[in-house]
């Protein structure tokens, strides 16, 4: 079955297989780039990565009005539980399987408040395993060597890496990322939504084209709205 992603602009995703919609990371309200807003999504799972606000901003909006369960690090479900709404916590390095496929918890170096000042436990990434496809999504993060292990773990057919700099790696270093995790195509994220992370999504699919890393079939830099098939 043909695995679908969709960009809506930020770090904001959606995973479509089947009935199945995952989403990531929901930012649609007050995302500058978003295409839709947040009442006109379906999900039926959502993760999110960390508690910044640009991650987590609509997952309670939606989640109460679709009754899609929230998967997080345990303290952003319990922050969230306390909404009645339903979640699923995890912790670094954990795995379950889901309705939609399975979903592992991965590290990100990045820090995790909610826009309030809760502390929303460490930052973390996802590694999905969807209908045989496999997605990474390194949330907020900078570049570390263990996305070598990463990519030794899983044969990883899309990333999502953050390209933007300044709150997470740059496009220089999203190029090693996508070196060490071998992955068969990435997708840019996180950057051009706010002024300090302007970056260029074409510049950076064409940087990698041109390093000619072993196994990467392509990248995509995907404007709000679209989408592309995993490979
Ligand atoms: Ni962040
Ligand atoms: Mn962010």
Redesign the pocket.
């Known amino acids: 079955m043909a695995v679908e992603v969709v960009y809506h602009g930020h770090s904001c995703v959606e995973i479509k297989s089947g009935r199945h919609c995952v989403q990531i990371d929901p930012f649609y309200d007050h995302n500058p780039l978003s295409d839709v807003k947040s009442d006109q999504v379906h999900p039926s799972f959502i993760l999110l990565s ?1 508690a ?1 606000f ?2 987590v901003d609509d997952a309670g909006r939606i989640a109460q009005r679709t009754g899609a369960p929230i998967a997080a690090n345990y303290e952003i479900t319990e922050y969230l539980g306390r909404q009645k709404l339903k979640t699923v916590g995890m912790n670094t390095g954990g795995g379950m399987n889901f309705p939609f496929g399975r979903a592992t918890m991965t590290m990100a170096f ?2 995790s408040t909610f826009a309030d000042g809760t502390p929303g436990g460490v ?1 973390g990434g996802w590694l999905l395993e969807i209908d045989g496809k496999v997605i990474y999504f390194a949330g ?1 993060t900078g570049l570390f060597s263990d996305m070598a292990l990463i990519g030794k773990l899983w044969p990883i057919d899309l990333a999502f890496l953050p390209i933007g700099d300044c ?1 997470t790696m740059g496009p220089a270093h999203a190029l090693q990322a996508a070196e060490m995790l071998r992955a068969k195509s990435v997708v840019p994220i996180h950057y051009n939504t706010f002024e300090p992370i302007r970056q260029d999504g074409a510049a950076f699919v064409a940087a990698l084209k041109k390093r000619e890393i072993p196994g990467l079939v392509q990248g995509f830099a995907l404007k709000p709205g679209e989408h592309c098939q995993v490979p």
Request: charged share 20%; net charge negative; glycine share 0%.
């Open positions: 960390h910044h640009d991650h990045h820090t930052a907020d709150f």
